[in-house]
């Protein structure tokens, strides 16, 4: 059976998982982290970095350092969201050719789902250095609140990274099938998930038979475990203003440590009372010294700078309850997503407000890339009995008079599903009516996602009120919306299938798969180089230590003499040829310098 | 490409009669003879460049360690060419643009890591005073260099030598001013020539401040920043080795640092390699490869 990957596409963080011997398990990738940071920058040469080597250049080359794409995923660069993404991010957002949001870095813009794809291939290259074999299909996890166009795009990105994405399923879904996994549970269960960029909580309902329902969800997009560190990097620096009268914000090195530091020391306090932050050579002092930045901070001391953030999570779930008009009660157990959820205060905070403490057997960095997993793999095993019913992100609508939206489909409906509403003309005589279906919740119609818009002609004249138009909205199994609108009278009919888009062309969406494979060719050839030299190396190195030894033996006897020689024949060639640098000539004497090698072993390892 | 010619360029300086100036030119053309085997200069793009005679390659230790007492290095320094203050390096000029402090080359420094103490890094200065090693340019250091380059304070003969040379320095450029020459783009070719191609960089770049559109300096820079590339790749070997911190953390802030050598050492973590702590630096490539050599020598980081 073809291996699926769960990929849990954060806004700060992304991880990869795989079902191994029945049961989920996460990949770390190559530095031995099980996370990657969802960060992709170009640098002065051009060269791209993805994961943490981007994290840690982010502050000194903001420019192009793309962060939180996940924040413009398959978003209208007109929208609220958008404004928002370019009032706070130092690279430069710009309008696509299709309204959409695209990102320039060193002069050469890119499109949103290509920067995600960026990060997804490399989480494709993490699982497949691990599982040492090609892996094209995987399950991506999105919030629950993403809307059509988002998934799309999210879509589009796995295509372009070389991925089949089989399934896209809500981050909350995915942390309640891997808290779920092996029990036959009928609960509500909250995910309360406070990750590096954004908090969402979400409420489900475990059915039977595992069969998942969101029922709520809510969240703010800019509020996450970055916004404790700017409070600690806050506190530092008006520390070190005091002492020193220098603000280290001025200076972008500073400033990168800063950041760095503050994570670190905000990590460390979940597990410790208080820790040191040691920044030898912060910062010039302008009288030709350096000054060094040394500070302990205490566990109280970042609950305290951050108390009103941590208040705030807690009011957006009572709200979101409240919504839901759902009491505490309901709620029979939590679950705690993304690395915040292991700071101390925000346990109490959660405790506190439901009154009861929250599940502590899943890992809150681990959980939705593993429930991906699962599900991938369920997907793929037609034995398995587990339903995921997907629903509705947003309320689906058309626009009425007055620019005000009407919601047609309600939020969080099970599809496949379908409804209809009568409305009626608006003006006297009035022969044509636009419909512009909408996606959103909120009551006025620009605040919300326009999907399509069509227009029902040859409608009979009367005065307003008088010709009534039945509008249906239908969802199928796959998620595809079709609208129609009737005049009841007439029968006239109008109709139209709303396709989810990212932003790009085919075309466009081609070419970005082509250019990606290429670079991937091309750095698989790169690592292939790197690989053989390096095999080449040791093998050298070990001959080299070998060699005194198997000299002495073979000099005390009348046998391989002719050997030895041979072998520092080999040895001349092998290195001549790591240092020409070619490939081809390197491996040309790999196998020979194997089997010297191996030789070698043998003749020590059989002499006492 | 044919590799770079070691002759002296037609229009490289004449020297002058006399003891100071017989020394610079033996110690260029002692470096001379180190440039093949550490330099390769193919595919600079430097066709109307005149060619460089004093290059880097491995510190010219054998060519300019002369005994104290047979050059009274700080006079000779000043008195090879008086009248060319720009030559001498201020300590706020490390070749790679104003304000960026550091040594430059083309022979100009002789760092022996011998001399450093065995675990701090820090320069040994009975090393210095029982065995001299500096050449005539070196000894033209200013104080206050970063990352330990400057004598140590115990030293009375650096300390007599620093003051020398600060007050020759400060004489003919007043503090916090660029070198400033009547005839840069002469200084410019001059530099180059004699192979300090940092001081020849920052010339250069001081020229394209006022007149970005040069043709003839940009070549002068980018062939200047090719050749130092260089140098800095031969020096360090291979990006893809993974450098460590070599000092107890309690130990670093003893250490003579600023704060770009901080930034860099602060990505020093055992794991990741030289490509890419140069590559999430944000300096330019040239900057941090200097910073990281300099670390290097003073065993500050380590190779694994």
């Not at chain 1, 379908?418 to 119609?445: P, Y």
């Not at chain 2, 140069?278 to 380590?302: C, N, T, W």
């Amino acid at each position: 059976m073809e291996r699926v990957i769960g990929i849990d596409l954060g806004t700060t963080n992304s991880c990869v998982a795989v079902m191994e011997n029945g049961a989920p398990a996460v990949i770390p990738n190559r530095g031995g982290y099980k996370t990657t940071p969802s960060m992709v920058a170009i640098t002065e040469a051009g060269k791209k970095l993805v994961g943490h080597i981007a994290k840690r250049q982010a502050i000194t080359n903001a420019e192009n350092t793309v962060f939180a794409a996940k924040r413009l995923i398959g978003r209208k660069y007109s929208s609220p969201q958008v404004k928002n993404a370019i009032a706070t991010s130092a690279y430069r957002i710009v309008e696509g050719p299709h309204g959409d949001v695209r990102i320039q870095l060193r002069g050469k813009t890119f499109g949103v789902a290509e920067i995600s794809a960026m990060i997804l291939q490399e989480m494709k290259v993490i699982a497949e250095d691990y599982l040492g074999g090609a892996v094209s299909k995987a399950v991506i996890t999105v919030p629950a609140y993403f809307n059509d166009n988002q998934r799309q795009a999210t879509k589009d990105a796995g295509a372009i990274a070389g991925l089949d994405v089989i399934r896209i399923i809500n981050e909350p879904t995915a942390a309640a099938l891997a808290y779920g996994f092996g029990k036959d549970l009928e609960k509500t269960v909250a995910v309360y998930d406070l990750g590096g960029g954004t908090f969402d909580i979400s409420i489900l309902e475990i059915g039977a038979h595992g069969v998942f329902r969101v029922v709520a969800t809510a969240g703010d997009t800019f509020l996450g475990g970055e916004d404790f560190d700017a409070r600690v990097i806050d506190w530092l620096v008006e520390g070190f203003q005091q002492e020193h009268g220098i603000d280290l914000r001025q200076d972008r090195m500073a400033l990168q440590r800063l950041k760095d530091a503050a994570e670190k020391a905000k990590c460390e306090l979940s597990a410790t009372r208080e820790t040191e932050i040691n920044l030898p050579f912060i910062i010039s002092s302008g009288r030709n010294e350096a000054l060094h930045l040394q500070r302990v901070i205490s566990r109280e001391t970042l609950e305290s700078l951050c108390a009103d953030l941590v208040e705030r999570t807690v009011d957006i779930v009572r709200q979101t309850l409240e919504d839901a008009q759902l009491g505490k009660e309901d709620v029979e157990e939590i679950i705690l997503v993304g690395g915040m959820t292991r700071m101390p205060r925000i346990q109490e905070s959660v405790s506190e407000f439901f009154d009861r403490e929250p599940c502590k057997g899943v890992h809150p960095d681990e959980v939705v890339a593993l429930g991906a997993a699962i599900q991938g793999s369920a997907l793929m095993d037609q034995k398995t009995e587990m339903v995921l019913l997907d629903v509705t992100p947003h309320t689906l609508g058309i626009l009425t008079q007055g620019g005000n939206f009407r919601g047609i489909i309600p939020q969080n409906t099970t599809v496949p599903t379908s409804r209809s509403e009568i409305f009626t003309t608006s003006r006297d005589n009035q022969t044509a009516v636009k419909i512009l279906v909408m996606q959103g919740e909120h009551e006025m119609g620009d605040q919300n996602e326009l999907l399509g818009e069509f227009v029902l002609t040859g409608l009979r004249k009367a005065p307003k009120g008088q010709v009534e138009i039945d509008v249906t909205f239908e969802i199928n199994a796959d998620g595809i919306v079709s609208v129609s609108a009737k005049d009841m009278e007439t029968g006239q009919q109008q109709a139209i299938q709303v396709t989810a888009s990212s932003g790009l062309t085919q075309q466009e969406l081609k070419n970005m798969i082509d250019a990606a494979q290429g670079e991937m060719l091309e750095r698989r050839a790169s690592e292939d180089e790197e690989a053989a030299k390096q095999e080449a190396q040791r093998l050298i190195a070990e001959i080299d230590r070998l060699f005194p030894q198997v000299e002495q033996i073979v000099a005390s006897s009348d046998f391989g003499r002719d050997a030895t020689e041979k072998a520092r024949g080999i040895l001349a060639k092998a290195r001549t040829a790591v240092q020409s640098g070619s490939t081809t000539q390197i491996k040309e004497h790999l196998e020979a310098l194997g089997r010297t090698a191996r030789m070698f072993r043998g003749v020590v390892q059989k002499t006492p | 490409m044919p590799k770079s010619t070691r002759s002296q360029p037609p229009d490289a300086p004449k020297p002058s009669s006399g003891e100071p100036t017989r020394r610079v030119v033996d110690a260029v053309n002692a470096a001379e003879e180190t440039w093949d085997l550490e330099i390769d200069v193919d595919g600079r793009p430097t066709p109307e460049v005149p060619a460089p005679t004093d290059p880097w390659a491995e510190p010219p230790t054998h060519a300019t360690t002369l005994p104290m007492g047979e050059v009274p290095p700080l006079v000779a320094a000043a008195t090879v060419k008086p009248d060319r203050p720009a030559l001498r390096r201020n300590s706020t000029d490390s070749g790679l643009g104003a304000g960026v402090p550091g040594p430059s080359f083309g022979g100009d420094t002789d760092f022996d890591a011998t001399d450093e103490h065995p675990t701090l890094g820090l320069r040994d200065t009975s090393a210095f005073e029982s065995r001299p090693r500096q050449n005539i340019a070196m000894l033209s250091e200013p104080p206050g260099q970063p990352l330990g380059f400057a004598f140590d304070e115990g030293s009375d003969a650096a300390a007599d030598a620093l003051d020398l040379v600060g007050r020759q320095a400060t004489s003919l450029r007043p503090a916090g001013e660029p070198p400033r020459n009547a005839d840069p783009l002469g200084e410019l070719r001059e530099r180059y020539a004699l192979g300090d191609f940092s001081g020849a960089l920052t010339v250069a770049e001081a020229l394209l401040e006022d007149d970005p559109t040069n043709a003839d300096v940009q070549r002068y820079a980018e062939s200047c920043r090719d050749v130092l590339k260089q140098m800095y790749t031969a020096r360090l070997g291979s990006l893809e080795q993974v450098p460590m911190v070599g000092v107890p953390t309690e130990q670093l802030r003893w250490l003579t640092l600023d704060h770009r050598a901080g930034f860099l050492l602060s990505h020093v973590d055992g794991v990741s390699t030289l490509e890419e702590i140069l590559d999430i630096s944000g300096m330019p490539h040239l900057e941090a490869m200097r910073i990281i050599y300099e670390l290097l020598q003073q065993k500050v980081i380590l190779f694994q």
